[in-house]
């Protein structure tokens, strides 16, 4: 198994997944994606309908994320391993409605 990541390294790797796939908003938890907004990294809820919540975009919180199992709170390690090596994307077109 590979050494945890720190918080900077993982919002590094939500930059590069989401700078490779443009228009698209990355699945990072139940309920929450990562988008990319002006060159910075940010997080969205999703709706019901899993379309994301444009409106209420925020920054992602340090001390949200326990440095020492290299995981966000409510999430193992081993889900947010699987979520960057395996990331599922949505698309972000139709949310300006």
Do not use: C
Request: glycine residues 8%; hydrophobic residues 40%.
């Amino acid at each position: 198994m590979r050494q945890t990541m720190t918080f900077k390294e993982v919002l590094e790797k939500y930059r590069q997944l989401l700078q490779a796939n443009p228009g698209k908003a990355l699945l990072i938890a139940d309920g929450h994606a990562a988008v990319m907004e002006e060159g910075e990294v940010y997080g969205a809820p999703l709706k019901l309908d899993g379309t994301l919540e444009f409106d209420s975009l925020y920054d992602f919180d340090a001390n949200a994320f326990l440095t020492e199992e290299g995981r966000w709170d409510g999430d193992s390690a081993e889900q947010l391993e699987t979520r960057i090596q395996f990331p599922t994307f949505i698309s972000i077109e139709s949310i300006a409605e």
